[in-house]
């Protein structure tokens, strides 16, 4: 008995000791017919787990397990976002991987959920898309009235200082056209373009009841600015950056709006950690670091880069502006 218990013990050890191989990770992971599903989804996406929830309707704690072993496999990157996490297939797996996902993709579209799942996936995508609009369409006509963080004559005071008339200017993200307004006043002419129907039908009302024959407003995104190339000679972006998707898309963008030696201005929050803005402003990002700002400007093919804080918040959560300032070349 007792020569018994000893090899029983060293036979234990040995097992634990024991260490799968990537490939073996990878087809234990892949071998669920839920964790398959999941997969396909993430193949050229990046979800949360609620929206993976809302896509497969399957359990928040099921939808988090089989996250976590396909992740401790190496099947998947991840970011967090504020509170939430995004995961998303690995962007460069492995040659040895390859097979597996292959086939395990090929058993995705064989599942009775494939197709639902497909069409679930389409509607999170287009309801991304569309929910700061319907923030925005739901204020058109008050934002004026209502406080919204970094929106300070402070702030806007050291924009205009910069300016000089005439110009043609594009003021991109332009709500309801408070800023457009004021630069129209002294402006050659400004267009301003904002996503919101609503809000370019209020600020068009508005324009013309104040017989601003030289402020237009245009229907567009920010990362598919209406306007030609090389047709502006400053483009403006005050506090419109962290609603866009792809802010580094956006700046390119706008680049290609400006004439040789044209401007861009913008306005908008320090990085800061107030997750009520996403519910109450809108917002996609929580503000910017100065150097988020500098890089994206330098990538995009601008010159002479400044970034720098304009204006503090004395009041809680003490947001902080900050003002870019760049030209292309």
């Not at 709500?175 to 129907?197: F, H, M, P, W, Y």
């Amino acid at each position: 008995m007792k020569i018994y218990s000893v090899r029983r013990q060293s036979t234990h050890k040995f097992t634990g000791m024991a260490q799968d191989s990537p490939s073996l990770k990878t087809l234990r992971a892949l071998a669920d017919p839920t964790r398959v599903r999941i997969l396909a989804l993430l193949e050229n996406n990046e979800l949360s787990v609620n929206e993976l929830q809302d896509i497969t309707a399957l359990g928040q704690s099921r939808i988090s397990t089989h996250l976590g072993l396909m992740q401790e496999a190496g099947l998947l990157d991840s970011r967090r976002e504020g509170k939430r996490t995004f995961y998303r297939l690995q962007s460069s797996p492995s040659e040895a991987r390859a097979p597996s996902l292959a086939l395990a993709k090929a058993a995705a579209r064989e599942q009775p959920e494939f197709e639902s799942d497909r069409a679930n996936l389409r509607r999170i995508v287009t309801r991304r898309a569309h929910q700061e609009r319907v923030f925005f369409n739901q204020i058109a006509g008050r934002f004026d009235r209502s406080y919204g963080p970094g929106r300070s004559w402070q702030a806007f005071g050291q924009l205009l200082l910069r300016l000089l008339p005439p110009l043609v200017v594009a003021d991109l993200g332009s709500g309801e056209g408070l800023l457009s307004e004021l630069l129209a006043r002294n402006c050659k002419k400004v267009i301003a373009v904002d996503n919101s129907e609503k809000m370019v039908a209020f600020g068009t009302r508005k324009a013309r009841k104040n017989g601003l024959k030289n402020l237009e407003f245009r229907l567009g995104d920010l990362e598919r600015p209406p306007l030609e190339p090389a047709s502006v000679d400053v483009v403006i972006l005050s506090q419109a950056l962290h609603h866009s998707e792809n802010p580094a898309a956006a700046l390119l963008a706008a680049r290609r709006l400006l004439v040789r030696g044209g401007q861009i201005l913008i306005l908008d929050l320090r990085q800061h950690h107030f997750e009520k803005a996403r519910e109450w402003y809108g917002d996609h990002w929580l503000g910017f670091t100065e150097g988020d700002l500098h890089l994206w400007l330098e990538r995009a093919g601008f010159r002479n880069i400044e970034v720098e804080i304009v204006a503090r918040e004395e009041a809680p959560p003490h947001f902080e502006t900050l003002l870019g300032s760049a030209f292309a070349p």
